[in-house]
């Protein structure tokens, strides 16, 4: 049941279906009074003015009482580090001085209306880029009607923020619990479009900046119910990629970008030159993303013309300069290791994404099953991050221990699906919520074994193992992630002659030679204990400008859990002189 009432809507008594009345927000002020201007969908409480253009969404029950039940929840949810620092809002500061208000209105064409709503104050305040004292306009930034932040702006569009406090999205209350939301890049935008009536609208907090962590807390309670998002950002090189990146956090399927014509940076520009009307249409023609899968060169124009002005380069590196030399890393891409079990397959990989981690900022997560119970596996991330032993007698100190807790609450994310229920479906899932709310870029799925197989009705097992890493293709495509498969190979005898064991290959993958056909990096983890070795056999790099075939050796650290860069050669020890690691490249810094 919907309470139109609520909104002053009448229904004339109907509970279902669609019916015209009279718009409460203009009716009054309309010369014909009673004109039935308010389209009113009963069912699924959508009603649209033709008239003066406003739009509500009257919620049922049943989504009033789960609103209420989220709103306890992020509630109790709100933790603040203790060296956020919080500003304290200064009522009396609301009137701004003539010529900063005359500024905003004649100027930039915010109404008066929309700078009170938005409680934009003025104070003089300290500039470090000119190293004095300006009048800033104050952007100030609330959450549930308490101020969080504010940003300063000078007149000669000089900016900062208070110092430690946190960053929250600009007006955000406004959009809790809306149907459809826009984002902007600035704050001045987001005052543009509620100059055309629009409420519903944020600005990020930190303009075009690709890293939005800031989001991640309030993707859940703010943005899951989301039927529309607009994405409004600035039209040039930086607003394209925080658009890019809001898309892939959001979900194409419900977002809508907003253009301004060629004339125009972003919203504020486009109100000041064409007006309200105008800035309204461009919100109506906001183009949805395009199919998926359908592409033409038109489409493709600015990443073709980059790849014919600057070439192809190579991929992310590892700082391992001997396996940088034959593999570099892309995201969208399947990487599948393999090796002999106890050949340290795991911890290689483990190593892989931690340093890619450190040098990318790709966040990690893990559908580790063999790493169970999963502090163990934290562990050992964290004397790989310290370079020190996991014990507060002999090896980590606290204040190390402190950073790797952080590092690791920050950047890596383990997946353990309740019920024990390891299909394929619900490991990828939870894969894209990790995607949505904490913009992971790499997701480990080791070892493939641990993956509860269901082959569908007269589906061999090389069929459904092909099907298997297409889907992975495809998240990783999808979700402009790495997707790294760990897979044990069939059993390989030793040679009944020498008695030695012959190399795993990716062609020895249990199941299907699909594991070399369908990688885009096929690794092989090889260790010598007669030699001390651990060699990296790179079988397969898919793109030639990420790489080529080869091998790197390495000296596994059983106290920090590294891997050293070494070569081969002869090693004189009490036995004797055998082949094993010289010139070894020992890496015992912290990296925390």
């Known amino acids: 049941m919907r309470n139109f009432n609520t909104y002053h809507i009448d229904t004339k008594g109907r509970v279902s279906g669609k019916l015209k009345t009279t718009c409460p927000q203009c009716n009054e002020t309309r010369h014909h009074k009673g004109d039935k201007s308010l389209s009113v969908d009963l069912d699924t409480g959508l ?26 929840q992020r509630r109790k949810s709100r933790k603040f580090p203790a060296h956020f620092h919080r500003p ?6 609301l009137t701004l001085s003539e010529k900063t208000e005359k500024y905003l209105v004649e100027t ?17 305040e300290y500039m470090p880029q000119s190293g004095k004292e300006e009048n800033c306009i104050c952007f100030n930034y609330f959450e549930d009607n308490e101020l969080v932040n504010t940003k300063f702006r000078s007149g000669q569009k000089h900016f900062k923020m208070v110092k430690d406090a946190e960053l929250i999205p600009y007006h955000i209350d406004a959009i809790y619990g809306t149907p459809e939301c826009i984002v902007t890049e600035g704050e001045l935008d987001a005052a543009s479009f509620m100059a ?16 939005l962590t800031w989001l991640d807390r309030f993707v859940p309670t703010h943005f899951e119910g989301k039927r529309t998002i607009y994405i409004a950002s600035d039209m040039d090189a930086p607003g394209s990629k925080l658009r890019d990146e809001l898309v892939r956090r959001f979900g194409a399927e419900r977002c809508r970008i907003v253009t301004y014509g060629a004339d125009c940076k972003d919203a504020n520009e486009h109100l000041c030159k064409f007006g309200c009307e105008s800035l309204r249409i461009a919100l109506e023609q906001a183009e949805e993303i395009p199919l998926e899968g359908v592409f033409t060169a038109e489409d493709l124009h600015d990443e073709l013309r980059a790849l014919f002005e600057n070439g192809v380069g190579k991929g992310a590196e590892t700082g391992w300069d001997n396996f940088d030399k034959y593999c570099t890393l892309e995201l969208q891409r399947l990487m599948i290791v393999s090796g002999q079990p106890g050949d340290g397959k795991s911890e290689w990989v483990d190593e892989l994404v931690l340093r890619l981690c450190r040098r990318h900022g790709w966040k990690i997560g893990f559908f580790s099953p063999e790493n169970i119970p999963i502090v163990y596996h934290l562990r050992k991330l964290a004397e790989k991050l310290s370079s020190r032993a996991f014990s507060s007698r002999t ?27 390891y299909s394929l479906d619900t490991i990828l899932e939870k894969g894209r919520e990790l995607v949505a709310r904490q913009g992971i870029r790499i997701f480990v799925i080791d070892p493939l074994n641990c993956i509860d197989q269901q082959l569908p009705p007269n589906q061999t097992e090389v069929q459904y193992l092909a099907s298997l890493l297409n889907r992975l293709r495809r998240f990783a495509v999808q979700n402009h992630c790495l997707v790294i498969l760990v897979a044990h190979p069939r059993k390989i005898n030793r040679n009944t002659s020498t008695g030695e064991r012959p190399r795993v290959e990716m062609q020895d993958i249990s199941g ?6 369908k990688a885009d990096f096929g690794i092989i983890v090889e260790r010598n204990d007669d030699t001390g ?15 080529s075939r080869g091998e790197a050796l390495f000296v596994y650290n059983v106290v ?10 002869i090693v004189r020890g009490r036995e004797g002189d055998k082949p094993g690691p010289v010139n070894t490249v020992f890496d015992t810094e912290s990296w925390i």
């Open 560 to 569: 920090n859990g590294r891997y050293s860069p070494c070569e081969e050669g």
């Open 108 to 124: 930039r064409c915010i109404p008066q209306s929309v700078i009170r709503e938005l409680r934009i104050t003025e104070q003089v």
């Open 47 to 72: 009603c649209y003015c033709h008239h003066c253009g406003w739009k509500c969404y009257v919620p049922d029950e049943a989504e009033l009482r789960e609103k209420k039940r989220k709103e306890e």
């Open 533 to 547: 070795l651990v060699t990296i056999h790179v079988d397969k790099v898919k793109f030639k400008h990420l790489g």
């Open 512 to 517: 299907s030679a699909d594991f070399f056909n």
């Open 88 to 93: 304290q809002f200064n009522a009396s500061r």
């Open 196 to 211: 055309i009536g629009r409420t519903d609208v944020i600005s990020v907090p930190s303009g075009a900046n690709s890293n």
């Open 395 to 421: 090896g980590m100190t606290e204040e190390l221990y402190t950073k790797a807790e952080h590092f690791l609450t920050d950047n890596v994310f383990h997946i353990l699906p309740g019920n024990d229920d």
